[in-house]
Every structure is written in structure tokens, then in C-alpha cells.
């Protein structure tokens, strides 16, 4: 994948993650998008408070997920790296 191609990506990925950030905030945590394989995974890192949270892969799937291939549906799933 080019950097453009991922550049525009990350960007668009990051607008997704606009919705659920406030959610993820007001519980202390945070989400970073670390990188896009060129298989067209995303891969994300908890951070704050997600990172020992019990339910980040339920998050990870119903909010995380859902928000980034509902946005951009080329993208095959969402990782996370910690």
C-alpha cells in the first residue's frame, strides 16, 4: 500500500473513532490506531484505563470495530496489539 493510500486511510479511521472516543474517555481510556496491514487490518492499542478493562474486547468488537468498517468498509477487522 502506498502513503498516500495509507495516510488517507489512517485518516478516515481516525474520524470513525470520533464516535466512540467520548465513550471510551469518560471511562478513562482511550484507543491509538498503531498501524494499517497491508491485508487491510487495523491494529489499535488501549491505552489509560481500557488496557486492563475486563470488557475491551467486547468494545473492541461492538464499538471499535463497528465504527471503523461501518465507515470504511474495505477494512477486513480490528486488532488489538496489547
Same mark, same amino acid.
Given at each position: 500500500? %502506498?502513503?498516500? /493510500?495509507?495516510?488517507?486511510?489512517?485518516? =478516515? *479511521?481516525? !474520524?470513525?473513532? =470520533?464516535? #466512540? =472516543?467520548?465513550?471510551? &474517555?469518560?471511562?478513562? $481510556?482511550?484507543? !491509538? #490506531?498503531?498501524?494499517? /496491514?497491508?491485508?487491510?487490518?487495523?491494529?489499535? =492499542?488501549? /491505552? $489509560?484505563? %481500557?488496557?486492563? %478493562?475486563?470488557?475491551? !474486547?467486547? /468494545?473492541?468488537?461492538? $464499538?471499535?470495530? !463497528?465504527? *471503523?468498517?461501518?465507515?470504511?468498509?474495505? *477494512?477486513?477487522?480490528?486488532?488489538?496489539? &496489547?
Amino acid at each position: 500500500m %502506498c502513503d498516500d /493510500t495509507k495516510a488517507e486511510l489512517l485518516r =478516515r *479511521i481516525e !474520524e470513525a473513532l =470520533r464516535a #466512540v =472516543r467520548p465513550h471510551l &474517555n469518560a471511562d478513562g $481510556g482511550d484507543v !491509538e #490506531v498503531v498501524d494499517v /496491514t497491508d491485508d487491510m487490518y487495523v491494529q489499535v =492499542r488501549w /491505552t $489509560g484505563m %481500557c488496557e486492563s %478493562c475486563a470488557m475491551s !474486547e467486547m /468494545t473492541l468488537r461492538a $464499538g471499535i470495530a !463497528e465504527a *471503523i468498517k461501518g465507515k470504511i468498509p474495505e *477494512i477486513a477487522g480490528v486488532i488489538a496489539v &496489547n
